[in-house]
């Protein structure tokens, strides 16, 4: 059973319970990923803080005027997901039987364009590759991470977190637990299997136990960080004079789009990418739709009045 936040607004101690069983509820029944129930605690906690109320007393008003204020500092998308956000806390509440309605019942999502992710051309993945120096150890781990990311889609935190257990080389296949703990089997090129055979020849000992299985390592023999692999990136990418704003994430997109532009079925798409929904997969065709567009235009004759 969920604690009652008090009235008069929630004691440190107080707070700290609910956050605790609520985490509980987002990660074993609603089997989030450990980052989406960081967001949505803290998300539900700075709200929180700013109602300072019993929660039963919370109204759509008090929610629309925290929106409101937060309106200027963050985007229609990451509104849409505080409103997320605190619809599934209060409706945790719900079923805890701590409150009787959803006050964001009432609140309209902010209406959100369909969203295309920035890509690489393939040029652009050669070049970001290239731009590596594999002189030195970190350069051999740095060129194996890029070609997982990229050769297969994985998620930063999946690349983060991959076990040498779960890479099957002469099957050409790794193992990955993803989102909501579910299991994919991806398959992996020969070039990313070099790569990471070249990584492995000079992988530093591992600083313990929980370490020995982790595929990619930092200097002191631990599990390279999330932040570590993003850092790496945007150095890399600076390395071969591209200037876009990318991330770990959009080697992701770019691999899912130049698997759709080369033909791949999209349901073999969403699979490998381990997407819930063939729609979120579809942006991918808008992406290729998108670049064909642009081409096109920057060719055409009668592309301007002068």
């Known amino acids: 059973m969920a604690r009652k936040i008090a009235s008069g607004g929630p004691s440190n101690h107080t707070r700290r319970t609910v956050f605790k069983d609520y985490s509980y509820y987002l990660t074993m029944e609603r089997k989030m990923s450990p980052n989406t129930v960081s967001s949505y605690c803290s998300d539900v906690a700075k709200f929180l803080e700013f109602a300072d109320k019993d929660i039963r007393s919370i109204t759509p008003e008090d929610i629309g005027c925290y929106v409101s204020a937060r309106s200027s500092q963050i985007s229609k998308r990451s509104q849409a997901r505080l409103l997320s956000a605190l619809k599934s806390f209060f409706n945790w509440q719900i079923m805890e039987k701590e409150i009787s309605g959803n006050p964001c019942d009432l609140i309209d999502f902010p209406k959100l364009g369909r969203y295309l992710p920035a890509v690489l051309s393939r040029r652009e993945i050669e070049d970001i590759m290239d731009s590596v120096n594999l002189g030195t150890d970190t350069g051999v781990r740095d060129r194996a991470i890029l070609e997982v990311l990229y050769g297969c889609g994985l998620r930063v935190s999946e690349a983060s977190g991959l076990k040498i257990s779960n890479v099957y080389m002469k099957e050409r296949i790794i193992r990955i637990i993803g989102k909501g703990n579910k299991e994919r089997i991806i398959p992996i090129g020969e070039i990313a299997i070099d790569c990471i055979l070249n990584y492995l020849s000079v992988r530093p000992e591992p600083a313990d136990s929980d370490s020995e299985d982790i595929l990619f390592l930092n200097r002191s023999g631990k599990k390279l960080s999330r932040v570590s692999i ?14 876009k704003e990318i991330s770990p994430h959009t080697f992701r997109h770019s691999f899912a789009t130049h698997l759709i532009e080369n033909g791949a079925d999209l349901r073999a798409v969403q699979d490998m990418l381990g997407h819930e929904s063939i729609l979120t997969t579809e942006i991918y065709t808008h992406i290729e739709a998108s670049t064909w567009q642009s081409a096109i235009l920057e060719h055409h004759p009668r592309r301007s009045k002068y």
């Open 230 to 243: 993003f850092n790496m990136v945007k150095k890399q990418a600076l390395a071969a004079g591209i200037l």
